[in-house]
């Protein structure tokens, strides 16, 4: 059959598939082309084409384009790679693969409708030549598809081939390729290793935190103590120079008597009831000669010798009761600390004399009979010629006293070592050596003291 020029023209204009283009869908193209052609010399005719002239719509088998256009190739890497990585490598090709068609079918779907416009149009055509030339020849027109949707269904066959051969491929490499599975073994493992990691760095944290616990205890009492010991530094510190008498114990003090004077002693706030025995104690120290003075003396109304403890001169030690004198053997003037205790009863006038917890002299016949009268005063380190005054320097104490204590009986000579030993501590029942019980006059001082200690020191 005669094609006119213009009809080659209509043709080429629509048709422009993509060379990528999957093979079952050339045998549709090359049928469309063929259409189009007849279908634009029909739409033409009546203008440029001679009266008479027709198209002839001829479709291509399937089979026949099939073979001129199959699948292109994927390219494999031989022997530069390994079989893991050519695998990996051709399934990212199959992935541009796909997502190339996808594209050429967007681009191609503008041209179908193309195509299928004119395709309708030749095959609605009325004229009775081209019935009766059609009558004589090959109807192919059946041979055609006759529906767009055919086409569609056509190129979504091929993608879905495309799809199988990437999923065929991606199944191989996760079946074939042994070292797939090294990875999930190692993760695996690795997962285990930090596990255990995190399991010992938690119990390494705790175990610091308790020690951190335990050190910030520690830390606190002994910041405690440290405070305590410093507190009561500052307190005896702020008493010594405030002058103060009050000390952290009360009897751990002294009285000095530095000056042979009259007007230097000490007073006992307390006075003494009737007695019929009793034991005296005290610490002396003595730094003065010849004679030491007097300790100490209680003098009532009538009577200023009631009990006197003195050393006058030359002469030994004297105990006066009732103004009745007995001598006793001790030896205190030598500078240093020395525990005396004097024991008394009115029966027989018994007593009793120890030095150092050493019992060195008794005798009897020393105021027999006379009970020791209340109501008076008590000095420490003066003489009393009256009751409270009239006191002789010639007979004043110089040197330290402590721990002067009066008992209404007679203690037993081991109690009175176990108080020289330092070993117990027996508070007189009557008169105890307590910081507020005692006064000084005259530039007498209190000063604290722990006579033990300082025992210790003169040995």
């Not at 193209?29 to 198209?55: D, H, I, T, W």
């Not at 004679?291 to 109304?301: E, H, K, M, N, Q």
């Not at 020395?338 to 009793?352: A, F, L, Q, Y």
Request: net charge negative.
């Amino acid at each position: 059959a005669p094609r006119p020029r213009s009809a080659a023209g209509s043709a080429a204009s629509p048709a422009r598939p993509s060379p990528a283009a999957p093979a079952g869908m050339l045998p549709v193209v090359a049928g469309l082309l063929l259409a189009v052609a007849a279908g634009g010399r029909g739409a033409a005719g009546e203008q440029e084409s001679p009266p008479g002239s027709r198209f002839v719509c001829t479709s291509l088998p399937l089979d026949a384009a099939g073979a001129g256009c199959p699948l292109p190739p994927v390219p494999m890497q031989g022997g530069a790679l390994p079989p893991e990585e050519e695998l990996k490598a051709t399934v990212l090709q199959l992935r541009e693969t796909v997502l190339q068609q996808k594209e050429t079918i967007g681009s191609q779907r503008e041209a179908i409708r193309e195509l299928t416009g004119k395709l309708s149009r030749c095959e609605s055509t009325d004229g009775k030549p081209w019935k009766k030339e059609m009558g004589k020849g090959k109807d192919t027109m059946g041979d055609l598809p006759r529906d767009p949707a055919q086409v569609i269904d056509q190129l979504s066959r091929t993608m879905q081939t495309l799809k199988d051969r990437l999923e065929s491929l991606e199944h191989q490499l996760r079946a074939n390729v042994s070292y797939a599975a090294l990875p999930n073994d190692l993760r695996e493992m690795l997962q285990r290793r930090l596990g255990d990691l995190e399991r010992q760095l938690l119990s390494k944290v705790a175990e610091l935190e308790d020690e951190k616990s335990l050190l910030h205890n520690e830390t606190s009492a002994h910041r405690q103590k440290t405070e305590t010991a410093l507190n009561a530094l500052l307190e005896r510190v702020s008493e010594l120079e405030k002058g103060s008498s009050a000390f952290k114990s009360p009897d751990e003090f002294k009285v000095s008597l530095p000056l042979r004077t009259n007007y230097l002693y000490g007073k006992i706030k307390k006075t003494l009831p009737e007695l019929y025995a009793f034991t005296v104690c005290l610490w002396l120290r003595s730094s003065a000669s010849p004679g030491i003075g007097t300790p100490f003396s209680y003098a009532v109304p009538g009577q200023a010798n009631e009990i006197v403890l003195i050393e006058w001169g030359n002469n030994p030690i004297e105990l006066l009761i009732n103004d009745k004198v007995a001598q006793l053997p001790l030896f205190i003037s030598d500078g240093k600390w020395h525990h005396i205790c004097i024991t008394w009863t009115t029966r027989d006038g018994m007593w009793e004399a120890f030095q150092d917890g050493e019992k060195l002299g008794t005798g009897e016949n020393l105021a027999p009979w006379h009970p020791i009268k209340p109501g008076g005063v008590l000095i420490l380190g003066q003489e009393q010629d009256t009751v409270g005054g009239r006191f002789d320097a010639t007979q004043a104490f110089v040197g330290e006293m402590s721990q002067f204590n009066i008992w209404d009986r007679v203690l037993k000579a081991e109690d009175i070592m176990n108080i020289a030993n330092c070993s117990t501590n027996m508070p007189g029942n009557i008169i105890p050596w307590v910081d507020n019980n005692v006064d000084v006059f005259g530039g007498a001082t209190k000063w604290p003291v722990e006579t033990c200690e300082e025992r210790l020191l003169d040995l």
